[in-house]
């Protein structure tokens, strides 16, 4: 009831705001997605650095704060003439196309799939609790660790949790805070999913895209396999392309009608998606150039000296909602370790402008770069990746990750959109499809579907487009209606497909191979009907997917729990409601070892086999008795702390 409140007073007082700067249904509605996902972000960061208080009651009045400011803002501006009502069907120069208001048969096909494909995630997400890698390894430890300290603070357990970007690990916050633990977490990236729709849509009628073109295109980018399962965990992608689509949808609006209120929101949508990931500034930086060169050529042909006036206050306000938005996680990495991309190395023309631990190449992308891959030109394992059917359907999808309706219909729709729009629509080249594809080239990995979401967005209003396109030649009218018609018995039969298949799967691993002996096999049939048949409460990560960790179920109250550095998933060790404390524990020696086991008054340790402390912990049985030993790892229970060796 605590987490519907919250919810709603959220998404109200986002309406409110939106209202306050919008007449325009689309605009409006956009704008509350935009500022519902602000909105949450700022809460919970008030409630947790200044407040240092972040408590369900903190939340819940911050949010009532946000939400008297929102209805004062609302009353003193809504009879203000500056409020105006643009039309929200228009290109960056003019329509391509007539934009029928008339919703056809094909649209409520798409509205009803959609909806299925939601609440379909919605019960995935709640169904099963976190299980991926990213998410028990960094994204949600940080939640965990300000849940458990009441506050924003540094020094979770492990370097990724301290030194990422966090603006979604902001939101999910406020999910995990307001519902009191875990069991709802998994609602986090399924409200950007419908963010995604609502800024699809928008950006679809912003380039002349009738209703019906919208929403196909945005049924069928949340029908895209990567797309549908990031909608039921708590990693960061889906957030990220739901910002940045957002923030472009205002873009596009204020290359029409240039306005501080539309420099306003694409500032604020732009600076979350830098706030979630430091790809962002690529995204960032090219919208903002395309964005400051359509208003500069504006006040050229304006000739009005005030236009210049106005160009510099709208740059200003976008720079300043994204800077609010998306500084401060680099700002606070940069007093700490000395660069604002820690722990990565940034090379600019041969130098090294920050220093760090590791390359973007040797860290990330290498070791998940399928074998397949290696030694090919770039443009190559795109195009393998772009080509390949899905053999599974995960969050980390490398190949196949936009699915079969991508490979036969939106690529070649991408495609020809792009020579069109090149040949026959300058305008629209320059302010929608040179940019994003330059954000695509630039991007690093541009062949891993979740790095790449945006892009699948842009190709699905690509291909919607070019059907609706067709279908205004008399002769090819029938075309135009069967393409989006045969897209969306594609999503359909991509789902039965995946159906089919998962029911013969006698086994599946949900963590990569190296942390295979502490995951559970069983088939994901087998997984359904266990965890429908468990209470929310005991339905765990450890009890469904990762048995070593059951023993953190079987606590009657707070411990202590440490673990060695190469031991995964520390999220688990915090409990279902952050009631643990939790800390990586490294020693040069035995010594250092035992002091910091009894100076930390630490409970319960797991260690790796291929750490120095787990031969300190094997050697001494009694102090350091075993619960569980498991593949290279070992779980004990500390029943007498040292100061030094046990003898």
């Given amino acids: 009831m605590v987490l519907i409140l919250g919810l709603a007073l959220t998404v109200a007082s986002a309406y409110v705001w939106s209202r306050s700067l919008f007449i325009g249904r689309l605009d409006a509605l956009t704008g509350a997605m935009v500022f519902f996902f602000a909105q949450t972000m700022m809460v919970v960061w008030i409630s947790g650095v200044p407040l240092h208080a972040l408590y369900t009651g903190t939340v819940l009045v911050v949010s009532a704060v946000f939400a008297a400011l929102a209805l004062v803002t609302y009353r003193a501006t809504r009879h203000n003439a500056t409020r105006f009502k643009p039309d929200t069907n228009a290109t960056p120069r003019q329509l391509p196309m007539a934009a029928p208001m008339k919703i056809e048969r094909t649209g409520y096909a798409a509205i009803v799939l959609l909806i299925v494909l939601l609440l379909f995630a919605l019960w995935l997400g709640y169904l099963l609790p976190p299980y991926f890698g990213d998410e028990l390894g960094y994204h949600l430890v940080s939640v965990a660790y300000w849940a458990h300290q009441h506050a924003i603070a540094e020094g979770a357990p492990g370097l990724w949790p301290n030194v990422y970007p966090r603006d979604a690990e902001l939101f999910y916050s406020f999910i995990y805070t307001l519902s009191g633990g875990t069991v709802f977490i998994h609602l986090s990236q399924w409200f950007f999913a419908l963010g995604a729709a609502v800024a699809i849509i928008g950006c679809a009628r912003r380039i002349g895209l009738s209703r019906t073109g ?341 606590l009657a109250s707070p411990v202590t729990i440490a673990y060695t550095p190469n031991v995964p998933y520390p999220y688990l060790f915090f409990g279902q409601h952050a009631q643990n404390r939790v800390l990586e524990i490294h020693a040069s020696n035995g010594q250092k070892f035992y002091r910091e086991v009894s100076q930390d008054r630490i409970n319960y340790l797991m260690a790796a086999s291929a750490d120095k402390e787990y031969k300190y912990v094997a050697a001494a049985p009694r102090e350091f008795h075993p619960i569980e030993k498991v593949g290279g790892y070992l779980v004990v229970h500390v029943i007498r702390r040292h100061d030094t060796p046990p003898g």
């Fill in 214 to 554: 919208g929403l196909v295109a945005a049924t069928l980018f949340v029908g895209m396999p990567n797309v549908l399962m990031q909608a039921t965990t708590a990693y960061v992608d889906l957030a990220f392309a739901t910002c940045f689509l957002l923030g472009l949808y205002f873009a596009l609006a204020y290359l029409k009608t240039p306005s501080w209120k539309y420099a306003l929101a694409a500032g604020v949508g732009a600076g979350m998606s830098l706030g979630i990931k430091a790809d962002g500034a690529l995204y960032v930086g090219i919208l903002a150039l395309v964005m400051l060169g359509f208003a500069i050529e504006r006040r050229r042909r304006a000739q009005a000296n005030s236009t210049a006036v106005l160009v510099l206050c709208d740059a200003g306000v976008f720079t300043a909602a994204l800077l609010v938005f998306g500084l401060y996680w680099y700002v606070k990495v940069w007093m700490t370790y000395g660069s604002p991309l820690y722990p990565f190395t940034f090379r600019l023309f041969g130098h090294t402008v920050f220093p760090g631990l590791y390359t973007l190449q040797n860290q990330v992308i290498q070791p998940n770069e399928p074998v397949k891959f290696r030694g090919s030109p770039e443009f190559m394992k795109t195009w393998v990746a772009w080509t390949s059917l899905p053999q599974e359907m995960t969050t980390d999808m490398h190949v196949g990750a936009f699915g079969p309706v991508w490979t036969y219909l939106e690529m070649p729709g991408l495609f020809a959109f792009t020579l069109w729009t090149a040949l026959r629509r300058r305008r629209l080249f320059l302010g929608l499809t040179l940019p994003l594809w330059l954000i695509f080239v630039f991007q690093p990995a541009n062949w891993w579907g979740r790095y790449t979401l945006s892009f699948g967005a842009f190709g699905v209003i690509a291909f919607a487009w070019i059907a609706e396109q067709i279908g205004t030649r008399p002769h090819w009218r029938w075309v135009g209606k069967l393409l989006p018609g045969l897209a969306l018995v594609g999503v359909v039969g991509t789902y039965g497909a995946g159906a089919a298949i998962v029911t013969k799967v006698k086994s599946m691993n949900v963590s990569s191979s190296a942390y295979s002996s502490i995951t559970t096999h069983r088939s994901p049939m087998s997984l359904l009907e266990l965890s429908l048949s468990l209470s929310p409460a005991k339905r765990t990560s450890a009890r469904l997917f990762y048995p070593p960790y059951r023993f953190v179920d079987q």
